[in-house]
């Protein structure tokens, strides 16, 4: 039988491990970071510290224009990055709590961890509609795919909330189960378009789409399987490759206690199908948010619709309709993973609870740096970039976080990189190419602005945003092979007031136009 061993002697266990640099996440963001460390400092000690047992790296990195790129996500043992690295250390655990004064970390393992320069790279959580409600599923990392592959399989029907990008992957990938998506907005997709782009995307999502016989088949490392037959990773065991370009707004670069956030296109992993034999459609209820979540046996229950009993499961909409599924997803946003961090710390946080960054991504700690999620940028931003949680700039701020502290620790000045001057994004949805650039759906810019669209069903959506006769923003679905004209026309704020009319006729070669 094995004695209770109390914290103090599991930390008597462990002698204090020191680094010249310590990062805490194995997400994007913080392995970006450490490989960016490694590489300046090859004779410094570098600590990364995960709870997850594989770690996220970015492999075939596209530099596509001069703010765009594309990469695939690929999830390996963190033994790939420390042959990589020799001066890279892994320690795997969970941190329980940060000394800032004293630049010491303590882990859930009874690790005491001590460093020169942090930097935080713990990602985001899932924002649940309720923490207590067993038939409410966030889906965040691979082992909450597999629960929910595993929920959805035996499903009639499901509800889902929110209206960011893992909503809208999952209804689109969703086969064999009619889908209930419940937005607060008056359109679908939100966060990345505006109603017009909704409605070109709209016949996806209600054609017949072929169903999904297999998973697509990826490269993996193997692990080894612990006694009881489950792997240490994904549902495969080690490496997963995802590409990158599906969204996630959604969970971030990592966690100080769970394993770090799903790739994009996570879900061609997967096979999502439901209980029925034949299509399903998905079905939007608009405007409307969860009131209530109730099952049959709840003694308080609402009056109920005609099938009540039918269902394990009831959600009460505020726009007064009920809905029975079997369970629901609950894809309403992150919260910045800020929690293992803040007790007996200084922290300036953020109205949405992240980390306030500088733009040497500092912290209000010093020699504490912030990238990725569990970060929000407060330095004065580029008329022409705004900060979203994907993975594209999880990549970007975890790479110039490793930079500052290299410079910091050098004494050399830096400037805030130019991935900053433009926000530049490529991702897909209901199967069509999406890029988004700039202030793509107007954001700050009030009335001052003119919107310009050009439309053709099924195949392209082009949508452009002028302010003062010059280009600020755009939206392209599709094949349209604008993405570097425009964001070269967005870079150049040239005045296009004399060429607006003819911009975005498709009879003009706009490329050659304006070469």
């Given at each position: ?22 990062v ?21 000690e ?7 047992s ?34 890279v ?12 004064d ?27 509609l ?34 960011g990008g ?76 995802f ?10 670069s ?6 770090s ?42 009056q109920?619709?005609?099938d009540?009993?039918?269902?394990p ?5 505020t ?18 993973n ?42 004065e ?14 990549r ?40 988004i ?43 349209t092979?604008l993405e ?26 706009i ?5």
């Amino acid at each position: 039988m094995l004695a209770n061993v109390s914290s103090s002697e599991r930390m008597a266990s462990h002698p204090m491990q020191r680094f010249q640099f310590v990062v805490v996440g194995g997400g994007i963001a913080g392995v970006t970071c450490v490989e960016q460390l490694a590489s300046d400092f090859p004779s410094a000690e570098v600590g990364l510290i995960t709870a997850a047992s594989h770690i996220k790296a970015v492999a075939n990195f596209k530099q596509v224009s001069q703010t765009l790129e594309e990469f695939d996500v690929e999830e390996r043992p963190p033994s790939v990055l420390q042959e990589k690295y020799p001066n890279v250390t892994v320690i795997q655990s969970a941190v329980r709590s940060l000394q800032a004064d004293q630049h010491t970390l303590q882990t859930e393992d009874g690790r005491s961890v001590g460093y020169e320069k942090l930097c935080i790279c713990s990602g985001a959580r899932p924002k649940l509609l309720t923490q207590d409600q067993p038939y409410v599923l966030g889906v965040r990392d691979t082992d909450s795919v597999q629960e929910f592959q595993k929920r959805l399989s035996s499903a009639k029907r499901i509800v889902v909330v929110g209206n960011g990008g893992i909503a809208l992957e999952l209804v689109f990938e969703v086969r064999g189960c009619e889908v209930v998506w419940a937005v607060k907005d008056k359109a679908i997709g939100n966060t990345f378009f505006d109603a017009g782009a909704a409605q070109f995307l709209i016949p996806s999502l209600e054609a017949q789409r072929p169903p999904r016989d297999a998973v697509c088949k990826r490269a993996r490392y193997t692990t080894e399987q612990g006694p009881e037959g489950g792997s240490d990773g994904g549902p495969e065991g080690g490496l997963h490759t995802f590409t990158a370009g599906g969204d996630r707004r959604r969970p971030g670069s990592g966690s100080t206690g769970a394993g770090s956030a799903l790739g994009p296109d996570w879900h061609e992993g997967f096979l999502l199908r439901g209980a029925e034999e034949t299509p399903q459609g998905v079905r939007v209820e608009y405007e409307c948010e969860v009131q209530e979540i109730f099952t049959p046996s709840d003694p308080l229950r609402p009056q109920p619709e005609a099938d009540y009993g039918a269902w394990p499961v009831y959600v009460r909409l505020t726009n007064g309709r009920t809905v029975g599924c079997d369970f629901i997803v609950s894809a309403t946003g992150v919260v910045p993973n800020t929690d293992a961090f803040l007790q007996g710390n200084n922290f300036s946080l953020a109205e949405d609870g992240g980390l306030r960054v500088d733009d040497h991504m500092m912290t209000s700690e010093l020699d504490v740096y912030a990238a990725g999620d569990v970060c929000s940028a407060c330095w004065e931003p580029s008329a022409l970039w705004q900060q979203m949680r994907l993975w594209t700039q999880a990549r970007q701020m975890g790479w110039f976080a490793g930079r500052c502290m290299a410079a910091d620790v050098l004494t050399q000045p830096i400037e805030l990189d130019f991935c900053f001057e433009l926000f530049a994004h490529i991702t897909k949805f209901f199967s069509y190419k999406v890029v988004i650039l700039g202030k793509f759906n107007a954001q700050g810019l009030g009335a001052d602005h003119e919107l310009l669209v050009r439309c053709t069903k099924g195949q392209e959506y082009v949508k452009v945003v002028l302010r003062g006769g010059k280009m600020v923003g755009a939206v392209l679905i599709g094949e349209t092979d604008l993405e570097e004209t425009f964001e070269n026309l967005i870079l150049n704020q040239m005045d296009l007031t004399p060429y607006k009319d003819e911009l975005l006729n498709p009879n003009i070669d706009i490329e050659d136009y304006f070469d």
